[in-house]
């Protein structure tokens, strides 16, 4: 521990945001990193607790604690503080395949854990992972290593989001010829056209995607398993198959008049946007427009809010957003204690934007659709929308969310983003695989196992384990890489 004072001696710092007002304007990353010097510093208010819950990555009050992935924390926030940032990326690269990914989009599980959140601020964990990851690639120290033994088995990957990357990459370092479909026409899954390209550009993708690349790793794009290529082909052609296609089923709102025109899944309308962004810069206008729409955004979680940030920069009239939950407190409540995941109020970039643009936040608690209204061309007018309160169900005993009587009203709406999640895996997919699923659709195996009820077959991240974190996909990546490894050779050292 190079600064046992450092905690007390030095603040938290944090990069400096572009203002809103300017960064709507663009499409553009608007984080400006602090200077390694300066960033340097950061790492040393890291206390090396007895206890690093930072690394912990266990699930405490119903909610993880530190990091999935377990990455060694107070290692390299040590080391860059010594100025030491190629040991730095050593430590990192042991436990994280993607760092460069989890240090733009990840809600920093690390830093929710810190010990110095007890009397103070966390330590800046998630900017000195980016900074760790960013020097490493400017100073040439990610290139391709291909492995120099192949061990003549063969793994088919379905899917190239942050799981089936994971895992490609993991069986390749090991010698095994990896070959990973996607059936859209980019490498990426919803790291492509699920984050919008302010939160994570994509020319961060494809940084990647070149180096694995140049160590082996085939990657087949228009490729759709289970429809245009047959699963019969990948379990006859490859050793092995790890299915990591996501949990791709959104949830949808059924209401009268949700057959309108102009209600969208929030993920069809990102993909459009962000495809159209990749194809033409907006020039061949195949995406949803939201330009002087009066925009309504159902969902209050990350994608809601990359709806929210995404309409504004299309130029939308206003921005509405619904959540069905009361608003969360501003600051811990005693019945959720450190470690726990902080369940407080959070406004993310868009609903920043939203106020500094329209002079307000756009989310409304407490409430829901009941109706969508269609006018004479068949398009979403108008939405009736009812409040609600918690109340105990005495069937189950359970809280839920009721409307309250009377307190109806109605708001003017011409676009609709549905951002409400999603419930499992695709049917075609797994019909076609034959695999088992449990009780929410997604692909069951043994506790803490990666192997499917069919031999051979594997699967990881959204698919196995439902919606969650990006984090997460690349911890149940790197393990189902693992357990392939192991089942493939006897033995594993991944």
């Not at 984080?31 to 010097?37: F, G, Q, T």
């Not at 990357?165 to 095994?176: D, Y």
């Not at 490859?238 to 025109?261: E, H, K, Q, T």
Request: hydrophobic fraction near 35%; include cysteine.
């Amino acid at each position: 521990m190079g600064k046992p004072t450092g905690f007390l001696d030095y603040k938290r710092q944090n990069s400096e945001t572009i203002p809103p007002k300017k960064r709507i304007q663009n499409f553009k990353e608007f984080h400006v990193a602090l200077p390694l010097e300066k960033q340097r510093i950061q790492g040393a208010r890291c206390m090396a607790c007895g206890v690093p819950f930072c690394q912990y990555g266990q699930i405490i009050g119903g909610m993880a604690s530190g990091c999935p992935l377990n990455n060694l924390v107070p290692e390299w926030n040590d080391l860059i503080y010594h100025g030491k940032w190629e040991l730095a990326y050593r430590r990192l690269a042991k436990t994280n395949c993607f760092p460069e990914f989890t240090s733009r989009v990840c809600p920093a599980l690390c830093e929710a854990a810190c010990t110095c959140n007890l009397n103070g601020e966390a330590v800046a964990t998630k900017e000195n992972e980016h900074a760790i990851i960013e020097y490493a690639f400017a100073q040439g120290l990610i290139a391709p290593h291909p492995p120099k033994v192949r061990t003549g088995k063969k793994v088919a990957v379905v899917g190239s989001g942050p799981s089936g990357l994971a895992a490609a990459m993991q069986l390749n370092s090991r010698g095994h010829k990896v070959t990973v479909f996607e059936r859209r026409d980019r490498i990426g899954g919803l790291l492509r056209y699920g984050i919008p390209n302010m939160k994570l550009d994509k020319s961060v993708i494809d940084r990647r995607i070149a180096i694995m690349e140049a160590e082996g790793v085939e990657f087949v794009t228009n490729a759709n398993v289970g429809g245009d290529i047959k699963a019969s082909r990948l379990l006859k052609e490859y050793d092995r198959v790890v299915l990591a296609c996501g949990a791709s089923n959104p949830r949808d709102i059924n209401v009268p008049g949700r057959d309108a025109s102009g209600i969208y899944f929030a993920v069809d309308f990102l993909t459009s946007v962000t495809k159209s962004l990749l194809d033409s810069n907006f020039a061949d206008h195949k995406f949803i427009p939201a330009k002087g729409k009066k925009v309504m955004v159902i969902g209050g979680g990350d994608t809601g809010n990359d709806c929210v940030g995404t309409s504004i920069r299309l130029g939308a009239a206003s921005v509405l957003q619904l959540e069905m939950m009361p608003k969360a407190p501003d600051t811990r409540t005693e019945q959720n204690p450190w470690p726990e995941w902080p369940r407080v109020c959070k406004t993310d970039y868009g609903q920043e934007e939203a106020i500094a643009v329209f002079g307000h936040d756009p989310r409304v608690y407490q409430t829901t659709v009941t109706e969508f209204v269609k006018n004479k061309k068949g398009e979403v007018c108008k939405a009736k929308l009812v409040k609600l309160q918690g109340q105990k169900d005495e069937k189950t005993g359970k809280m839920r969310m009721a409307p309250v009587e009377g307190s109806e009203y109605v708001v003017d709406v011409d676009l609709v983003l549905i951002a409400a999640g999603f419930l499992g895996s695709q049917k075609y997919v797994t019909d076609a695989f034959k695999v088992e699923l449990d009780g929410r659709t997604n692909v069951k195996t043994a506790p803490g196992e990666y192997q499917t009820s069919v031999p051979g077959v594997f699967t990881a991240g959204d698919m196995h384990r439902g919606q969650s974190l990006v984090v997460w996909a690349i911890r149940e990546g790197r393990e189902a890489a693992r357990a392939v490894d192991e089942s493939l050779m006897g033995y594993t050292n991944l």
